[in-house]
């Protein structure tokens, strides 16, 4: 019986320095400098995808219509606000996978129509696509236009769209 003991307290070590030693062998998802994503979470996506596209135009013209958005516009209140008078670019665009698409996107918009295009403001925004019914699911901040030009590098007169 001792004898029995003694071999399976050998195995148990055995199987924890082995479990140990794997362990080891395994990626650590804090070190280097690129971080793994998680699973279910938000991962980078380029602008010019086609579902950052038809998320980021939803977006912008579901913003023209939102007046908490268009009060803050650096825009002259007596001229009449038109969207062919506006253009818009995607500064940072992320998609999640839940039962579709949600799109974590921060969007500049461009007053056009004078010699260079001038930001009037923006906004941070989480558009849902449900296999193609969109909806905007949070207004997560509206963006003055002095945000805005902080986050493109300081040039107010950024001739940029995506529109």
């Not at 062998?25 to 579902?51: A, I, W």
């Not at 925004?125 to 949070?138: E, K, M, P, T």
């Amino acid at each position: 019986m001792k004898k029995f003991d003694v071999l399976h307290a050998f195995g148990i070590l055995c199987l924890c320095t082995t479990i140990d030693q794997s362990s080891a062998e395994l990626p650590d998802r804090r070190m280097g400098s690129e971080r793994l994503p998680l699973v279910g979470g938000y991962k980078t996506v380029g602008s010019q995808t086609e579902g950052v596209m038809l998320a980021s135009r939803f977006a912008y013209v579901s913003a023209l219509a939102l007046p908490s958005f268009v009060s803050t516009l650096n825009y002259p209140e007596e001229q009449v606000l038109n969207s062919d008078n506006f253009e818009f670019q995607v500064l940072e665009s992320s998609q999640q996978v839940v039962a579709g698409l949600n799109y974590k996107l921060t969007i500049a918009v461009f007053e056009t129509g004078v010699q260079n295009s001038i930001c009037v403001g923006g906004f941070k925004v989480i558009v849902y696509n449900h296999f193609g019914d969109l909806s905007v699911s949070d207004w997560v901040q509206i963006l003055t236009s002095d945000e805005v030009t902080l986050m493109i590098g300081g040039d107010t007169e950024e001739g940029l769209s995506q529109d």
